[in-house]
Nanobody
Framework: QVQLVESGGGLVQAGGSLTLSCAAS????????MGWFRRAPGEEREFVAA??????????YYKDSVQGRFTISRDNAKNTVNLQMNSLKPEDTGVYYC???????????????????WGQGTQVTVSS
């Protein structure tokens, strides 16, 4: 029942920045766990970043190769989850997907099977 829509993708030169946004229809994000995954050309979808809440504060998780360059955050006022991507590299190229976990998280946030609904993706292309 949740529809996720990603936006903000595009073409950028290496070293540049992009900010992706994920908006939901049907329900508010509230404190649900949210994740970002990406699929490079010819590769399987892989984990990029996730955010969850415990005790009223957020916990974030990142793929090692994006740690320190990407930041996942939630904008409660706009009901969006964002992925700020800095110092982009050609290997960051791919289709980026937003995902939501609606129940109790019983698997790692890095596993595709942990999430219940997915957006259609937004293309990010980083040129050298």
């Amino acid at each position: 029942q949740v529809q996720l829509v990603e936006s903000g993708g595009g073409l950028v030169q290496a070293g540049g920045s992009l900010t992706l946004s994920c908006a939901a229809s049907g329900r508010a994000f509230s404190t649900y766990t949210m994740g970002w995954f990406r699929r490079a050309p010819g590769e399987e979808r892989e984990f990029v970043a996730a955010i969850r809440w415990s005790g009223g504060r957020p916990y974030t998780y990142y793929k090692d190769s994006v740690q320190g360059r990407f930041t996942i955050s939630r904008d409660n006022a706009k009901n969006t989850v964002n992925l700020q991507m800095n110092s982009l590299k050609p290997e960051d190229t791919g289709v980026y997907y937003c995902a939501i976990q609606l129940g109790t998280m019983r698997q790692s946030v890095a596993m595709r099977s942990a999430y219940d609904d997915w957006g259609q993706g937004t293309q990010v292309t980083v040129s050298s």
